[in-house]
């Protein structure tokens, strides 16, 4: 690996432990570029093909963790929860939620309890699954 991908790596890793801290705060693609040091099309486009999936579905993917976490172990209410993992309205964190975890928050925190087990199963149990039924929204053409 050369030294130029090498440090590039490091800067999406700057940037996706930025995601991390911030999931409940508004974050826009420019401002997580912007802790990488890149353009935001460029800093997309490498974050893909890092991690897999787009910045924006990182982020989603890192809330709808979260409130899962919070329907689970918390008597909080939907709406609570949806503005404490930092989406805006109601209706695009259920929409959300049901396109990561495949069913709605309140019929996941009807199905699933309180986890008793270590922190590391909990989490390798509750990561929600890549559902193929639901594509991303397929990136803008570039013009040129």
Same mark, same amino acid.
């Given at each position: 690996?050369?030294?130029?991908v090498e440090q590039l790596n490091r800067r999406l890793l700057r940037a996706r432990d930025a995601i991390d801290r911030g999931y409940a705060r508004p974050l826009d693609v420019g401002a997580i570029a912007a802790v990488a040091h890149l353009s935001p099309a460029h800093f997309s486009r490498c974050f893909r093909d890092a991690f897999g999936e787009?910045?924006? #579905?990182?982020?989603? @993917? #890192?809330?709808?963790? @979260?409130?899962?976490?919070l329907l689970r172990e918390t008597g909080r209410s939907v709406t609570g929860i949806c503005s404490e993992v930092g989406f805006g309205s109601l209706g695009t964190f259920s929409r959300t939620f049901r396109a990561i975890v495949g069913e709605s928050p309140s019929g996941y925190r009807r199905g699933h309890g309180p986890l008793v087990a270590p922190h590391c199963v909990q989490m390798a149990h509750t990561r929600p699954r890549r559902n193929s039924a639901v594509p991303e929204k397929p990136a803008s053409p570039r013009s040129h």
């Open positions: 690996m050369g030294r130029a787009t910045p924006h #579905r990182y982020l989603q @993917r #890192r809330r709808i963790e @979260r409130s899962m976490f």
